[in-house]
């Protein structure tokens, strides 16, 4: 999981990296708004802390081109500006939460994971673990840049790991999910989708696999960086 922090004060961004790192997050750090633009237009992150005060450009003009692209990457906004009428215009902009200087790390650590734990992350029309990328509307699968083809019913079962990614998910689900509740499926249904998506994933250099935890069920991860 990783996470983008737009800061241009070094010091504050070197303090969140640290912050974050203690608390299992990796971070990438940019200082201006057109290395926030450039780097989110090509690597998914799992949330991004944004400073508004950017050298070049107001940071709720990278949040605002961000959501115009339709994408739901959380956003904590990070900024010296606390008015209300400021919190509101950073809200209204798209921002998740909002967080006004001075504020205590661990504030800070305690909201972004409760950002990533929300359900509403995981529901945006693209879902992203390690560099695979799904566009739930297109139906469309990519690993890296590269478009996967699946079956229908394997594009599903991907889905449903994605949505719960990192967390395990029973066979069960997964089966009532595909299938409905109604129909009596195949015991190893679920198992031959899971080892077709598997093999072309690894075939295809994806940077997350699906575990299977024996007697439990599925997990798709981002593998653990050496
Ligand atoms: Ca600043």
Known sequence: MRLLVVEDNTELAELLTKGLNAAGLAADVVATAQDARGVLATTRYAAVVLDLGLPDEDGLAVLRDL???QDATPVLVLTARGGVQDRVIGLRGGADDYLTKPFALEELVARLQALLRRPGALLGRSLCVGNIAFDTEARQVF???APQYFSAREVAVLEILMRRSGRVVSKK???D????LSIDVGSNAVEVYIHRLRKQLADNGATAQIHTIRGVGYLIAEDKEP
């Not at 999910?177 to 409905?180: V, Y």
């Open 143 to 145: 690993i890296g840049e």
């Open 177 to 180: 999910q595909l299938f409905g």
């Open 173 to 175: 689900l997964v089966e």
């Open 67 to 69: 959501r115009a692209r």
